[in-house]
């Protein structure tokens, strides 16, 4: 039996987005407990090695907009880059894991995350520049 996703609406809880699932079409019997609360993550990650000026940041835009991710990327000025993630859990882990091998001119040393809280505060993913 196929659910039915409404659009995004953003009136959850904590304020961020809530995706409502209709069993099986919006307004027909739907069941207590149908409405699922949209459960997105959210993880910083820092990556170390030859990452700048080898097109790093617009190779992970690339990915995460394909991916449906939100955030941003940018250069640090210790040479490291520094990104932020938001979206659905295993499109995150895809792009993170993107992060770990890089373009082909890219080297990567080193890839750390910290997992925050999610907030939805983003609308698309972007570039920044300092």
Known sequence: ??????????????????????????????PPGAEL?????????????????????WAVEDEARAEGVTGWIKNLPDGRVEA???GDEMAVRRVVEFCRRGPPLARIDDVRTALEAYSGEFDDFSIKRQ
Do not use: D
């Open 37 to 57: 609360q949209y459960m997105g993550v959210r993880v910083r990650v820092w990556i170390s090695g030859l990452v700048q000026g080898v097109g790093f940041r």
């Open 84 to 86: 932020l993630f938001e």
């Open 1 to 30: 039996m196929k659910l039915y996703r409404s659009p995004v609406t953003r009136n959850g809880a904590s304020g961020g987005p809530v995706h409502r699932l209709w069993w099986p079409l919006p307004g027909i019997n739907k």
